[in-house]
């Protein structure tokens, strides 16, 4: 194949990318082991990414315009650190294309984007089991040990929300 047909192009998600966005992430899921974890449609995703609004931004990989991996992130804010920074939801790159530097682009392109508007941190949750864990070592990414992710969602959300103040 010629070689440029194996050029790598890291660009910017557009509405045009939402099916591949909601396929890689129904794929990641799927990984993961809760394939029916994505409550996200194409439509979803064209409303709460591309509108007047955005509450994500995504990087797409392709080669000879096939995409091949992609990163999904949101934007968070530290007063610790007095900037943004990226919570990274998603991060995929179909078995075919692995171990051939793919993610590190992707990894590439956002640190530099990062770095160029002023944001401090990018974060992620990884499974324990993933064996993702050593690219995102191998990158420089540290476990935060003694720190704790929690969560409250569904019921538990609910019934915070209805219950009565006390004292009051
Ligand atoms: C994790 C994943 C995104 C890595 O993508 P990739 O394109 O294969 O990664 P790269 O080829 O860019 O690797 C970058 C570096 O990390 C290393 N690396 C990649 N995967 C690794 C692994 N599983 N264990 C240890 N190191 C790894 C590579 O050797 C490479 O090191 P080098 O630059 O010194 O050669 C990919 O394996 C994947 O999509 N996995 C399934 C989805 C997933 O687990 N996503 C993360 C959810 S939290």
């Known amino acids: 194949m010629p070689s440029d047909l194996r050029t790598l192009l890291v660009r910017p998600a557009t509405i045009d990318d939402v099916d591949t966005l909601h396929?890689?992430?129904?794929?990641?899921?799927?990984?993961?082991?809760?394939?029916?974890?994505?409550?996200?449609?194409?439509q979803t995703l064209a409303r709460d990414g591309f509108g007047e609004n955005p509450q994500f931004a995504a990087l797409i990989a392709e080669r000879a315009a096939k995409p091949v991996g992609f990163i999904l992130y949101t934007f968070n804010y530290s007063v610790w650190t007095a900037a943004r920074g990226i919570f990274i939801e998603d991060i995929w790159v179909i078995p075919e294309e692995r171990r051939g530097g793919v993610a590190r682009a992707l990894m590439r392109a956002l640190a530099r984007e990062c770095v160029a508007k002023g944001y401090k941190r990018i974060d992620l949750n990884v499974l324990d089991w993933n064996p993702a864990r050593g690219f995102y070592e191998r990158l420089g990414y540290r476990w935060i040990r003694n720190w704790l992710p929690y969560r409250l969602s569904g019921e538990a959300l609910a019934a915070l929300a209805s219950s009565s103040s006390k004292g009051s």
């Open 23 to 42: 396929r890689f992430s129904v794929d990641l899921a799927t990984y993961e082991d809760e394939p029916d974890a994505v409550g996200s449609t194409p």
